[in-house]
Structure formats: structure tokens, C-alpha cells
């Protein structure tokens, strides 16, 4: 099946492969510590495997590598588009500039004949300034490889309304924007992020708990970017059966299917499509309508969006 992923991030979907061959460490050292091979306790703990991978991420060598190879292996899941996203900040340790790292990640994603585009992230934890420039390279390079921003981080510390004046900002300068929400917080998270104007939730699960929030998300014609894999490792849930998915999907809220990180919670899209089936019984054409979610969603225009729905369904 031809899908879409826009909820996926570039550091932690790196090839053990070469962040072996990168950090001159053995294959099993390198899945040891970029992969949860159990269940984490937590998102924060969760968020330590990114740790190794941004070690290598920092010359525009190595950002040309790995934005390739992630973009080949979406394409052998048969992704016809995917929204990437990462945190430029994250990679200045060696004294790259911002332009140098969105320009280099981009050269590696037009290395593979598939479309991608990039969303940056703003960082919980990070200040105000550091965010700021983020919105600043965003606004640079939209419609240039770049659709819109995102906040991540850790949720549960760092509450979304802390960063009503960066998205107040975002807003001003027609960003589209994304918010990870109701992961490690709970359903007002999800109904702060909407209110401050994210047409999309990262994760989003926690809504099925709280009927506003149901209803704000109808109400706003939000998509939630739900990735059932990486909410088990990060103990939400304690097996697939009880992740809310298929009662989100019942009723009627738009849901899309992602993978988070493919490295760190060793997983593909297409293994995702297939635990879904095999555990709530979603048929090809409950999966056919998500991915049209996605598309309805996704941060391009309407001739794109309309190209990508002609080769979904043909």
C-alpha cells in the first residue's frame, strides 16, 4: 500500500549501520544505544536514545548521509510522501551555521526521486532566543524545502502554553505548525495546543480521555499524527490492544499513522499497517482513509495534495 508519514524524525531514524560505521563502534553496540529494545519508563527516557545519533550529526557530510538514507528507506516502505522533522539547533556542536544544516539535510533528501519536505523544531527547554531562530530559518526557507514548525521535547515539564508567544509569532508570519501534545501531558495539553492555532497534534492519544477535547479536535478539523509503536515504548500503554487508536478512529477524528522513529523504536510503516490489522482488525480501507487524513493535512497546497491523493488511489 502507498502510504504517507508525517510524523517522523530524522535523528532518531538513523541507520544502526552507519552510526556504527560513523562512531567506529560495533553493530550491537549501536543498536544497544540507539534502539529501545524494552519498554522505557518514560518519554524522557525515551528521548536519551537520540543522544548517539546527534553525536554524528553534525557536519553537513554526515547530514547529507543520513537525510538520504532515511529518504531511501521511507521509499522501500513505499512512502510517496513524507514531513520530516528535526531541530536545528541540535546540530551546531561543530560550528555549522543554521543555513548549512537545512541546506545540506535537504541536498541528501533530493538525492532519492521521492517527496519529501522538512518541518523544524523548536525544543521544550530550550529559550526563547534559540526558538525564536527557528521560526526565523522557517520562514527563510518555506516553500523551499520547509512547511512549518513543531514543538517537541519533553511535554510533561515543559507545558505548550509556555510558548504562546513563539506560536503567536509563528501565526503572524504564516507558519504552519504542529505541536507534540496529550503524550506525556494529558487531554489539556491537546486543547491548549489547538488554541494557540496547531492544525495538527503530535501523538495526540490522551484525547480520547477528555470528550472537549474530542470535540475541539472535530470542531477544528484537527489531525492527530498518532504513532502506536513509540507510545509503548514509552510506557503508555503496556500492549498494542489497549492503545486508543481504534476508538479514536470509530469516532470519526481524523487520524494518520507514523512511526515516530524508526531506529528507536525498530519499526517501519509497513509493520505498522500490519500490527494494526492484525490487533483492531482496521481493513485496507479504514488504512486508505488515514492516509487520505494525511494528505487533507499535510503542510502543501491543494494541486499537491490533489497529485498525491490521484497516486494513492490509482
Known amino acids: 500500500m502507498k502510504k504517507i508519514e508525517l510524523h517522523v524524525h530524522l535523528d532518531g531514524s538513523i541507520r544502526p549501520t552507519t552510526i556504527s560505521e ?23 527516557e525515551y528521548l536519551d536514545k537520540f ?3 546527534l553525536k554524528i550529526m553534525q557536519t553537513k557530510e554526515n547530514l547529507v548521509r543520513v537525510s538520504k538514507e532515511l ?18 539547533n541540535k546540530h551546531l556542536e561543530q560550528g555549522l551555521t543554521l543555513d548549512e544544516i537545512i541546506t545540506s539535510i535537504l541536498t541528501g533528501l533530493k538525492e532519492v526521486p521521492m517527496k519529501t519536505n522538512l518541518i523544524l523544531c523548536m525544543m521544550r527547554g530550550d529559550s526563547f532566543a534559540e526558538n525564536l531562530e527557528v521560526i526565523k530559518y522557517a520562514k527563510k526557507y518555506l ?19 509556555d510558548y504562546k508567544e513563539l506560536f503567536d509569532i509563528a501565526k503572524k508570519e504564516d507558519i ?38 474530542l470535540n475541539l479536535i472535530k470542531e477544528k478539523d484537527i489531525a ?45 510503516l509497513n509493520e505498522t499497517y500490519e500490527e494494526l490489522k492484525d490487533t483492531f482488525k482496521f481493513t ?12 487533507e493535512c499535510a503542510f502543501i497546497s491543494k494541486l499537491e495534495k490533489q497529485e498525491l491523493l490521484n497516486v494513492l488511489i490509482k
Do not use: W
Open 71 to 88: 529518504a531511501e528507506d521511507l521509499q522501500k516502505d513505499n512512502v510517496i510522501y513524507a514531513e520530516i522533522r528535526f531541530a536545528p
Open 176 to 213: 504552519p505548525f504542529t505541536i507534540h501534545a496529550g503524550e506525556a501531558d494529558g487531554a489539556l495539553s491537546i486543547i491548549n495546543a489547538i488554541n494557540l492555532g496547531a492544525k495538527r497534534i503530535g501523538h495526540g492519544v490522551h484525547a480520547i480521555e477528555s470528550e472537549e477535547a
Open 143 to 161: 516553500g523551499q524545502g520547509v512547511v512549518g514548525i513543531d514543538l517537541a521535547g519533553n511535554e510533561a515539564q515543559y507545558p505548550v502554553n
Open 284 to 295: 485496507d480501507e479504514d488504512l486508505i482513509i488515514m492516509n487520505k487524513n494525511a494528505i
Open 22 to 44: 560513523l562512531l567506529d563502534i560495533s553493530l550491537e553496540e549501536a543498536i544497544k544505544l540507539s534502539t529501545v529494545s524494552n519498554k522505557t519508563n518514560s518519554l524522557k
Open 224 to 268: 492527530l499524527e498518532v504513532c502506536p509503536k513509540s507510545n509503548l515504548d514509552t510506557n503508555m500503554y503496556n500492549k498494542l490492544d489497549n492503545h486508543p487508536i481504534k476508538k479514536l478512529f470509530d469516532k470519526r477524528i481524523k487520524v494518520t499513522l507514523n512511526t515516530d522513529n524508526r531506529t528507536v523504536s525498530n519499526i517501519t
Open 51 to 53: 543522544d548517539i545519533p
